[in-house]
């Protein structure tokens, strides 16, 4: 215990000291940043960076292959696990050439390993390194699931839109723990960005209604103080942060009309991927990036995406990420044909259909 305890200050200590870092060069680089990210005329974020600093537009974070289309890396191509027990060198993440790029590559390597359960992979019972890389388990340390394939992909989702300046906020709908959006707030914070973007959080929150995962229900129920708490943890303020709660059907209403850059989408129900892709996909600019947490592996998400894109005539594909999820980068504006809307079958159902779909569909507003 008194181990355990050493360590946590430890790494208490070091991820502090490399916060500490970013908020010095953040406060003489963060206005500037957001400024430029506002401007009408921007197209690259690569001048907003400090002197000496590569920026979101040249990052050397490559190390791990996203997007392999049609792959299964456990057929296809086994996934890579350079990260178990490699230690750092010169040229992995630090090549000399800066000091503020070095820090950082450092500090979001050591958020990534924390919040996916890898910090401490030695000292946890049953720990499968092979699995924590595509997130086939349910780790039992760590504020995220998803695996470090996919929150390698949510950071060059996020650095991609600053180095482009996509314009809009980024969001995560299912949210377990929270890891995932504190990574991506983190990543902000990194590139001196912290306050150009909000940061939204959508869960019920506790336990599903109706639904009963047995033993199980206590682990997946997280409530909003646990997840506010995961923030408060790795140093996150909750100032950008919006916390949105209830059923899908009932949150997302309130968020209509926003924008954003990204939308993350983790549930295990067509429902619930059905109302994210209908009140949200005309907010997300072209160059803006969906995903799809578990579209690979659970059938009524796969069925809900089919549905959404033949029924809207989109043009994009699936870019495969590991062995649950995919994503696609936005490359046309569509507009939605709420007529369209599929009577609700697993997660809402019972609720009546959105008011959209109801006029649409020439039926009453409100409930039946």
């Not at 009408?40 to 490559?62: L, N, Q, V």
């Not at 306050?195 to 929150?205: A, E, K, T």
């Not at 997840?227 to 009932?250: C, M, Q, R, Y």
């Not at 697993?346 to 039926?363: F, Y």
């Amino acid at each position: 215990t008194t181990m355990r305890s050493a360590k946590s200050v430890a790494l208490c200590f070091l991820l502090g000291l490399l916060g500490t870092t970013f908020l010095f060069f953040e406060y003489f680089s963060v206005e500037r940043s957001e400024t430029r990210l506002a401007s009408p005329d921007a197209t690259s974020a690569a001048s907003t960076s400090a002197e000496g600093d590569e920026g979101p537009c040249s990052t050397k974070f490559s190390h791990l292959p996203v997007g392999r289309a049609e792959q299964d890396p456990r057929t296809a191509e086994a996934p890579p696990t350079w990260w178990k027990f490699k230690p750092l060198k010169e040229g992995d993440w630090c090549d000399g050439t800066s000091t503020l790029t070095c820090t950082r590559e450092l500090y979001l390597h050591t958020l990534e390993m924390a919040l996916v359960g890898s910090l401490y992979d030695w000292e946890i019972e049953g720990y499968n390194a092979d699995r924590r890389v595509d997130g086939t388990d349910w780790p039992t340390a760590g504020e995220s699931m998803i695996g470090h394939l996919r929150m390698r992909q949510l950071r060059l989702a996020v650095e991609d839109v600053l180095c482009n300046n996509i314009p809009g906020d980024i969001a995560e709908f299912g949210v377990w723990r929270g890891g995932a959006m504190v990574y991506a707030a983190g990543i902000l914070h990194a590139y001196g960005m912290g306050n150009s973007r909000r940061v939204f959080l959508g869960d019920i929150f506790g336990p599903m209604p109706g639904k009963n995962y047995g033993a199980s229900t206590d682990f997946l129920a997280v409530s909003l103080e646990k997840v506010k708490h995961a923030f408060f943890k790795f140093g996150i303020p909750l100032t950008n942060i919006d916390f949105e709660e209830g059923l899908f059907s009932e949150s997302m209403p309130r968020l209509a009309g926003r924008e954003f850059a990204i939308l993350r989408i983790d549930a295990n129900f067509y429902d619930s991927y059905q109302d994210a892709l209908y009140f949200f996909y005309e907010g997300v600019p072209v160059g803006g990036y969906i995903i799809f947490d578990d579209v690979m592996s659970h059938p009524p998400v796969s069925a809900a995406w089919k549905d959404f894109k033949a029924d809207q005539g989109l043009v994009e594909d699936l870019i495969r990420i590991d062995v649950h999820s995919a994503y696609f980068k936005k490359q046309k504006e569509v507009k939605i044909n709420w007529s369209k809307f599929h009577e609700y079958k697993d997660a809402s159902k019972g609720h009546p259909i959105p008011d959209q779909a109801r006029k649409a569909k020439g039926l009453q507003i409100g409930r039946p």
